[in-house]
Nanobody
Framework: EVQLVESGGGLVQAGGSLRLSCTTS????????VGWFRQAPGKEREGLSC????????YYADSVKGRFTISSDNAKNTVYLQMNNLKPEDTGVYYCAADGPRGDSRYYCVYGMGYWGKGTLVTVSS
C-alpha cells in the first residue's frame, strides 16, 4: 500500500510563499498520478493540482493557476507544491494523494484519488 506523508505547512503572511513536500513509500516505477488537495474550513475538499505522468501536462484549478506549481523528484520519491502569492483564502489542510495513471491529469483533481496522506495545515494571515 502506498503511504504518503506531507510536510511544509505553517503560518505565512498574505503574499508570502510556502513549499509543501509529500514523501511517498513508492513512486515512479512506470506511470503514476499524484495530486494536491485542500480542505478549507467549512468547505468541501478541492483538487488544486494533479499530474498524471501518462498525460504529461499538470492540471491546476482556476483558484491557484499561476500561483502554485506541482513538481516531483523521482529519485527522492517526493512530490512538491510550490505556493506563491498566498492569500487568506488559501488557508486550509493540504493533502497529498496518489493513484495509478489514467491519461488525464484533470480527472483525479475532479474525482479524487485512491491513496491519501494525513494532511498539513497552511494558515495565511491577512
Amino acid at each position: 500500500e502506498v503511504q504518503l506523508v506531507e510536510s511544509g505547512g505553517g503560518l505565512v503572511q498574505a503574499g508570502g510563499s510556502l513549499r509543501l513536500s509529500c514523501t511517498t513509500s513508492e513512486f515512479a516505477s512506470g506511470d503514476y498520478a499524484v495530486g494536491w488537495f485542500r480542505q478549507a474550513p467549512g468547505k468541501e475538499r478541492e483538487g488544486l493540482s494533479c499530474f498524471d505522468s501518462s498525460d504529461g501536462t499538470p492540471y491546476y484549478a482556476d483558484s491557484v493557476k499561476g500561483r502554485f506549481t506541482i513538481s516531483s523528484d523521482n529519485a527522492k520519491n517526493t512530490v512538491y507544491l510550490q505556493m506563491n502569492n498566498l492569500k487568506p483564502e488559501d488557508t486550509g489542510v493540504y493533502y497529498c494523494a496518489a493513484d495509478g495513471p489514467r491519461g488525464d491529469s484533470r480527472y483525479y483533481c475532479v474525482y479524487g484519488m485512491g491513496y491519501w496522506g494525513k494532511g498539513t495545515l497552511v494558515t495565511v494571515s491577512s
